[in-house]
């Protein structure tokens, strides 16, 4: 089956600095990716869409400037959390959509600001 | 306030006991998924129901999609210790509006 990577699958960063997250998808492409982000015990709450080659759309309440979403590819999709704070701390999953029903989660990114 | 409304939050039967989560909406959606996650990992698509009154079945795992398609549910039965885990329902209001539920935390003791 298809298969959509994240990497990494855990970082630890100091406050203040910048994490990069890269999400894949390996055998297909993906006209769209989305960003999620789940804090514990909590359900999965969307960040941003990303189509490839233009720029993301961000959901109310999310800073475009802090989260930064660059779609080059069919195949990768990066977020990138700037000035990373403790609260900032939280599970980042990408979903790659093939088709309005034919989607794929990745396996999600552990950040943890100290 | 959420768009999808699970139900219950948590649950916590024991090993053989059927049970059943809910899943309402008032909006319609053009079509609904089921995903379990586990600890540490993204979540796995169980089923996509599309037309109202559907039902699906996948082994111990019954899913039905309201006739308005507004609702769903999941029932298990002869639950197992590894059925364990969060279920997710997830709306589609177009191609790329998609929705999660709260979710629904499920524990199965032997």
């Known amino acids: 089956g298809a298969v959509v990577s994240q990497h990494p699958s855990w970082v630890i960063c100091k406050s203040g600095t910048s994490v990069k997250i890269e999400c894949r998808s390996l055998?297909?492409?993906?006209?769209?990716m989305f960003w999620y982000r789940q804090f514990p015990k909590q359900s999965l709450m969307l960040m941003a869409t990303?189509?490839?080659?233009?720029?993301?759309?961000?959901e109310q309440g999310v800073e475009k400037d802090k989260f930064l979403i660059n779609h080059a590819s069919l195949t990768l999709s990066t977020l990138t959390v700037t000035s990373a704070h403790p609260e900032d701390s939280s599970f980042y999953i990408c979903?790659?959509?093939?088709?309005?029903?034919?989607?794929?989660f990745g396996p999600g990114t552990r950040l943890t600001v100290t | 306030t959420q768009l999808l409304e699970q139900s219950p939050q948590f649950l916590s039967i024991q090993e053989g006991e059927n049970l059943t989560v809910y899943c309402n909406s008032s909006?319609?959606?053009?079509?609904l998924q089921w995903y379990r996650q586990e600890p540490g990992e993204g979540p796995v698509l169980l089923v996509t129901?599309?037309?109202?009154?559907e039902v699906k079945k996948l082994k111990r795992l019954t899913f039905q999609f309201g006739d308005a398609r507004k609702d769903s549910s999941l029932h298990i039965t002869a639950a197992q210790p590894g059925d364990t885990g969060l279920y997710l329902c997830?709306?589609?209001?177009?191609?790329?509006?998609?929705?999660f539920g709260a979710g629904t935390r499920l524990t199965v003791k032997p």
């Open positions: 129901v599309v037309t109202g009154g």
């Open positions: 055998d297909f492409q993906a006209t769209t």
């Open positions: 990303s189509n490839e080659g233009s720029k993301a759309t961000y």
């Open positions: 997830a709306g589609a209001r177009n191609n790329n509006d998609m929705r």
């Open positions: 909006s319609v959606f053009s079509s």
């Open positions: 979903r790659a959509q093939v088709s309005s029903y034919e989607q794929y």
